[in-house]
């Protein structure tokens, strides 16, 4: 069955969706729609007397919304555009896309800027006489419910702003962005490819790249379906990760095929300016690392977030070594990829917090504990190889000689 969560147009469009824009202009429209649709809809509905009684207060409510919610969203853009200058100059400023994508933030404002544009197009239609009787008492109503939701939306946002933008908010959103392409590896080694290196020999016709940028996203299924329909066989030169130059190629074929083949080949691929968490492991696990490495800065000093960052990673590696789910085992027959490097993703990882942090010993155990665990369930070569760099760095960065006894016990 087709997963059509998982082609490259969904990616493009969810990443278009995942922007606050999108929810801005979607809650202005309903907010302008509401306040236009009141004098259609008003001499056909029935209405309680005491309600009709109460309308009359409908352009004091309007006053108050258009008046507060003007503050209340330059505050809180204010606040946002904080947080992303926060996380820029603390943590990493890959972690503020992920900031930018927080729904919370998103619905608050929208909510807002929507309440603000309804209130402004209900006062303009008050004055003009566009609401009679009937239709006043449904703006009355809407505005019952706008206010609602601005308490809604208030209250979510308030107690949000505990935990929006600090360090452990940045920590756990790169964790869960990590997640997901753990488990797609997890479950399918080469995102559902054949997972052999090097399957097809050198000689044999290649898909070039007609744009320079990283590898996004690879429909993998795509490429299936369009090997059947051409009656070849083809095998992934870039992976997810990987930056590609204009004229590299981003595919080996068995047969050669005309343009058209070639460019509907080339569309299961998405190329852009920067990495992604969808299907790249390595970025995220990259991005966690860059966290600790500027907590471990002499300017910030702060082992303890490069200690919950070594946590958070080992949690991810613990997902990609973890038992895959049978049912989303897949196989695409005539697409062959390279399998996921688990010692490339544990150097990327592990490597520079080791070199941040080399002169401090609880970051030096953290590593080896975190280490002895992923040689427990994960690759024990890859991660042996990884402890003996971390004590050769550590024995040449530590003084103290009851460091290196605590070290060697580690």
Not at 6 to 15: A, K, Q
Not at 272 to 290: I, K, M, N, P, W
Not at 353 to 359: M, W
Not at 360 to 369: A, G, K, N
């Amino acid at each position: 069955m087709k997963d059509w969560l998982e082609t490259g147009w969904v990616l493009r469009l969810r990443e278009q969706l995942r922007k606050m824009w999108v929810r801005v202009i979607l809650y202005s429209l309903a907010g302008v729609a509401l306040a236009l649709v009141a004098p259609l809809f008003g001499p056909v509905l029935h209405y309680i007397p005491k309600i009709d009684l109460a309308a009359g207060s409908v352009d004091a409510l309007l006053n108050i919304i258009a008046t507060t919610m003007l503050a209340v969203t330059t505050f809180s853009m204010s606040i946002i555009v904080g947080a992303y200058g926060s996380a820029t100059s603390n943590a990493t400023p890959r972690a503020t896309r992920l900031l930018e994508e927080d729904r919370t933030a998103q619905n608050a404002v929208s909510i807002f800027i929507g309440s603000f544009l309804f209130s402004i197009v209900g006062i303009v239609g008050l004055s003009a006489g566009f609401y009679p009787g009937d239709a006043r008492v449904l703006l009355f109503v809407a505005t019952l419910g706008d206010i609602a939701l601005i308490a809604w939306a208030l209250v979510r946002w308030v107690s949000h702003l505990n935990e929006f933008g600090r360090m452990s908010d940045i920590i756990s959103r790169i964790e869960r962005a990590s997640l997901r392409p753990a488990q797609k590896y997890r479950d399918r080694p080469a995102l559902g490819a054949v997972p052999q290196a090097d399957a097809l020999p050198e000689g044999l016709p290649l898909v070039a790249s007609d744009l320079s940028g990283y590898v996004r996203y690879v429909d993998v299924e795509a490429l299936q379906f369009i090997a059947e329909q051409l009656g070849i066989k083809v095998e992934i030169r870039r992976m997810p990760g990987k930056y590609v130059h204009r004229g590299e190629a981003l595919l080996r074929l068995t047969d050669a095929v005309d343009d058209e083949g070639a460019a509907v080949l080339r569309a299961a691929f998405v190329l852009g300016e920067a990495r992604s968490f969808d299907q790249d492991l390595a970025y995220g696990l990259t991005v966690l690392c860059e966290v600790a490495s500027k907590a471990l800065s002499p300017g910030i000093n702060d082992p303890g977030t490069a200690i919950e960052v070594l946590r958070a990673g080992t949690r991810v590696l613990e997902v990609l070594h973890g038992e895959h789910d049978k049912q989303a085992e897949v196989t695409f027959d005539l697409v062959y990829a390279p399998p996921l490097d688990a010692a490339e993703v544990y150097s990327a990882f592990f490597a520079p917090i080791s070199r941040d942090g080399a002169a401090l010993l609880e970051v030096q155990e953290t590593l080896l504990d975190c280490l002895g665990a992923v040689e427990r369930f994960g690759d024990s070569v890859a991660a042996r190889r990884e402890m003996e760099r971390v004590r050769q760095r550590a024995r040449a960065a530590l003084s103290e000689v009851w460091e290196l006894e605590v070290l060697s016990r580690s």
